[in-house]
């Protein structure tokens, strides 16, 4: 790294945080709702029949405890508000509304330790395949989700660093220019959606997960 770089990091800053259950808790559903293992066509199969509005579930992504913002190891996951009516369609949304509801609630924790606000984020990995998923997130955000179309995101940047030790490129921030792609797209919230997430993310969400944690 060269001395500029480490004085652009100085500036800018580091802010790290984890939820270790996000996708985790895609596959143990695919594992347990099926006679085998759902496929992925399978997921969007059964997503595509899920109802637009939000299913009332509320669902608490601790199959490997809390993380960030409040780490307990020992919180356990948790559906809340099942009816005779859900399906396996209502089960797998609530599975990424309660993630996303958890990534909401990071994203919060952020604005507070950062004093800045989160008006746009950019989204990379395996969950931005799936656009259910996706627009879940936004419309509980309520912030655009910036998608870059880069196959692998990680691995690409990775091997910038390494290319920039060996000395191929000057700085990271040369590396970053030479290769910075504009090919993106965002993904928008739906502002009648989003009243109704923010109700059950402040009036449920918030509240249960304290009530789980206190035993």
Do not use: C
């Not at 990091?9 to 006679?35: D, F, K, N």
């Not at 990424?96 to 507070?112: C, D, K, T, V």
């Not at 700085?171 to 109700?199: C, M, V, W």
Request: hydrophobic share 40%; net charge neutral; aromatic share 6%.
């Amino acid at each position: 790294m060269s001395s500029s770089d480490a004085k652009v990091l100085s500036i800018i800053g580091i802010w790290m945080s984890g939820h270790s259950a996000s996708g985790g808790s895609v596959e143990w559903l695919r594992q347990i709702l099926g006679e085998g293992k759902l496929t992925y066509e399978e997921v969007n199969s059964l997503l595509k029949k899920a109802p637009n509005d939000p299913t009332g579930i509320i669902y608490f992504p601790y199959l490997s405890g809390s993380g960030a913002p409040y780490p307990n190891p020992d919180m356990t996951a948790a559906f809340i508000g099942l009816m005779r009516k859900h399906n396996k369609s209502d089960l797998l949304k609530a599975v990424l509304e309660g993630n996303a509801y958890q990534m909401e609630m990071i994203r919060e924790a952020a604005e507070i330790a950062t004093e800045t606000l989160v008006n746009e984020m950019v989204v990379i990995g395996g969950g931005v395949h799936n656009s259910h998923w996706i627009q879940v997130k936004a419309d509980i955000s309520e912030i655009g989700l910036i998608l870059p179309k880069i196959p692998e995101a990680a691995m690409r940047g990775a091997a910038l660093v390494g290319a920039t030790g060996e000395g191929i490129y000057s700085s990271l921030e040369d590396a970053g220019s030479q290769t910075r792609t504009d090919l993106k797209r965002t993904i928008r919230p739906n502002d009648i959606q989003h009243r109704i997430y923010g109700g059950l993310y402040e009036n449920k969400y918030k509240p249960l997960r304290r009530m789980l944690e206190n035993g």
